[in-house]
């Protein structure tokens, strides 16, 4: 663990989050709502989320998006399952889920049924499409990404691609935490609670906005990222001489006088087709080439150290496996211990925002599948006795006590 995590702040100190969540972005929302200090309660069928268990590129999943959260494995199917959450939520500020439509109303937890037991509960619904026409269509967020034009705009022309991560599941997650606290703002005037919903295909459509704008304002249809009509004369990855690559761009008309200066090029600053950004862009068919020849002569080191010098914008083009490494992130404390499940350590990336001069750690180990079952039940009344009948039935799984356990009759059997 960081070794401020003590001092780090905790805003939503003393509100509780029931998160029924798998994959990513109803995770995210409650990871962002833990990592402000919430107490988040993470649901967890007896077997666990699923997402525990992904392989390829969800294999970083749970690890990413669940930390500051504590783990109830239940049978939410049993009666005495649904009697264990409903009790829960009768203490709870908030609830999050991101299952299908109809899923929370089919177990009885949607927000009609539960606002008459606890009527100060804000329901975080995040779903696919918010309602209409779509809102009954399965989504994912490479589904969103080809429906709202983002996987359009990222692929050469008729090759649409999807962005390189889960954008739209993250970013939906952190507009649901955003929702939630605004519905919990509400909440201290009216002191009743809402339903409050978001959806991949709107956040994605949200990300298309500046195109979707491009068209309104030049009547031209934008044109996919590689093939786009760049708003710079300079804006683009260039091959150094050692065959490194790096992004440079020249974005201003000062910035245009700096970059001449430092590589001497004193005929392209007094050259009138070069004169202003625009006249690059409109100079780029000749420009780039000729720029691209330039570059090829230095070390992507040297070009670094010349822009990061200047103030000009560059940057490395840097794969995610090197960020644990990234000197910044390290020294700027960008990057917290998370103890995982299985008693490794790791090193995540924080929440990008600080508090006071705070960054906001995790707090707690990644929860084991049901580890503080036990110890949220007794928070909400249930004594030994019906703790150790639940788990000897399968209603819970629970991470026992010693003392607890050794209550265990021995014919029980508790599934996890």
């Not at 070794?3 to 995210?28: N, Y």
């Not at 090759?159 to 919990?184: C, E, H, K, T, Y």
């Not at 036990?374 to 209603?395: F, N, S, T």
Request: net charge negative.
């Amino acid at each position: 663990m960081q070794a401020d995590s003590q001092a780090a702040p905790m805003p939503l100190r003393g509100i509780r989050v029931v998160e029924f969540s798998h994959m990513v972005m109803g995770p995210t929302c409650g990871m962002v709502l833990g990592d402000l200090g919430a107490d988040v309660i993470k649901i967890e069928p007896l077997a666990g989320d699923a997402t525990r268990h992904l392989l390829g590129t969800g294999a970083g999943f749970f690890r990413a998006f669940n930390r500051n959260k504590r783990s109830l494995a239940v049978d939410v199917s049993r009666p005495e399952g649904r009697e264990v959450v409903l009790r829960l939520l009768g203490t709870a500020d908030v609830l999050t889920e991101n299952f299908k439509p109809g899923r929370m109303k089919q177990a009885g937890l949607d927000y009609a049924t539960l606002a008459k037991l606890n009527p100060r509960l804000v329901y975080v619904s995040l779903k696919g499409f918010l309602p209409g026409p779509y809102q009954s269509r399965t989504a994912l967020d490479e589904v969103v990404q080809m429906m709202a034009g983002l996987a359009y705009m990222t692929g050469p022309v008729g090759q649409p691609l999807r962005a390189g991560a889960s954008v739209n599941d993250i970013m939906g997650g952190v507009f649901g935490a955003l929702a939630a606290l605004a519905a919990l703002f509400e909440r201290h005037q009216t002191d009743k609670g809402q339903e409050v919903q978001g959806a991949l295909f709107e956040n994605c459509v949200l990300l298309a906005a500046q195109h979707m704008q491009q068209f309104a304002v030049t009547g031209e249809a934008p044109s996919p990222m590689p093939s786009r009509i760049s708003a710079w004369g300079i804006y683009d990855v260039f091959t150094a001489r050692d065959g490194e690559q790096i992004f440079l761009a020249v974005v201003s008309d000062s910035q245009w006088r700096i970059f001449c200066d430092v590589f001497g090029k004193t005929d392209w600053q007094v050259d009138p087709r070069l004169a202003t950004n625009n006249d690059r862009v409109r100079a780029r068919d000749w420009l780039i080439p000729a720029l691209r020849t330039l570059v090829a002569g230095y070390d992507a080191a040297y070009l670094a150290a010349a822009f990061d010098r200047h103030g000009l914008p560059y940057a490395p083009i840097v794969a995610p496996e090197s960020l644990f490494d990234d000197p910044h992130l390290r020294d700027s404390g960008g990057l917290g211990e998370l103890a995982t499940e299985d008693g490794t350590v790791t090193q995540v990336p924080l929440l990008p925002i600080a508090m006071g001069g705070h960054r906001l750690p995790p707090r707690m180990p990644l929860p084991k599948i049901g580890e503080q079952t036990e110890a949220i039940l007794r928070e909400i009344g249930y004594g030994d006795d019906q703790i150790v009948r639940l788990a000897a039935d399968g209603v819970i799984g629970a991470e026992m006590t010693d003392h607890m356990a050794s209550a265990m009759p021995i014919s029980g059997a508790s599934d996890t």
